[in-house]
């Protein structure tokens, strides 16, 4: 019987340490992702058949132009469904303008594009643009090689005269909602 209560208080105090360091790693968990919530995502759920590469420029605030290193690239494996790609721009970069380089495979014919999402990791705030509103908020930087075709709500992806860029560029109303969301405050806990 003895043995039985050391048994049980062995047990006891074994349960009571491990429980004890679960919650210092989950208080760590979180501490390390509110470190990087100050980190802008741009979500896009798209459709993409064939293997690409996209690219998101971006230009940030008092940039005239936009450099060569303020690009994110993002590889993505062909798919006959939608998939998310999420391109994380520095931390405690908030951009003023964007540029989407939808693709780099010259075979990839069309994509369909659901929605993106502009999502303020200070807030946890999000700005949602469906794929009905899309060229509201993000114009056709080259209607040669991007076209819009409303029979089947997707985009067709062409080469013109050697030129293969099909990209969006965000437009001025993008660019207020995203001052919008950027310029709010994060709110006290």
Avoid: H, R, W
Wanted: glycine share 6%.
């Amino acid at each position: 019987m003895k043995t039985f209560v050391n048994i049980l208080t062995g047990l006891v105090i074994s349960l009571t340490i491990i429980s004890c360091n679960n919650s210092s790693e989950t208080k760590k968990d979180t501490d390390t992702k509110n470190t990087s919530s100050n980190q802008v995502e741009i979500v896009v759920n798209a459709l993409y058949t064939k293997n690409d590469k996209l690219d998101l420029f971006y230009l940030k605030s008092g940039d005239k132009d936009m450099k060569g290193d303020q690009v994110i690239s993002e590889l993505v494996v062909g798919q006959p469904v939608l998939q998310e790609i999420t391109f994380k721009l520095p931390k405690n970069i908030k951009p003023v303008k964007l540029l989407l380089a939808l693709s780099k495979n010259k075979s990839q014919g069309s994509i369909s594009i659901k929605n993106i999402k502009i999502i303020n990791g200070d807030q946890s705030e999000e700005f949602d643009i469906n794929g009905g509103s899309l060229q509201d908020y993000l114009a056709i930087f080259d209607g040669k090689t991007l076209q819009f075709d409303e029979s089947n709500y997707d985009y067709k992806l062409s080469e013109d005269a050697g030129n293969y860029n099909p990209m969006f560029i965000s437009t001025p109303q993008l660019e207020a909602e995203m001052k919008k969301i950027f310029s709010k405050k994060p709110e006290q806990k």
